[in-house]
């Protein structure tokens, strides 16, 4: 099982990213989509969740009207378009599966620092 995040990097504050979550070694579809960022000093948070079917999505209350989570089942892809960041966005960004049915059956990414500064 994979999980590669990419597409982090520095930013200036007002500035767009898009980030990308490929997965592989398990069924995409079965699977909700998740992003989290842990912050420096701080606990990890979840910013962003989509469906199995990307039918319902959510967000944080921080990032609400920002952040955009979509999914590509036919690339087992899973994407973060994050507009209009803050300094405060600075944060390792994780992406995370878990399974639809299968209680506590997760999987995580090893994370893409994005970095928001003038």
């Known amino acids: 099982v994979q999980l590669v995040e990419s597409g982090g990097g520095l930013v200036q504050p007002g500035g767009s990213l898009t980030l990308s979550c490929a997965t592989s070694g398990f069924t995409f579809s079965n699977y909700h989509m998740r992003w989290y960022r842990q912050a420096p000093g701080k606990e990890r948070e979840l910013v962003a969740h989509i469906s199995s079917t990307g039918s319902t999505t959510n967000y944080a209350d921080s990032v609400k009207g920002r952040f955009t989570i979509s999914r590509d089942n036919a690339k087992n892809t899973v994407y973060l378009q994050m507009t209009s960041l803050k300094f405060e966005d600075t944060a390792v960004y994780y992406c995370?599966?878990?399974?639809?049915?299968?209680?506590?059956?997760?999987?995580w990414g090893k994370g893409t620092l994005v970095t928001v500064s003038s």
């Open positions: 995370n599966a878990l399974h639809a049915r299968v209680y506590n059956m997760a999987y």
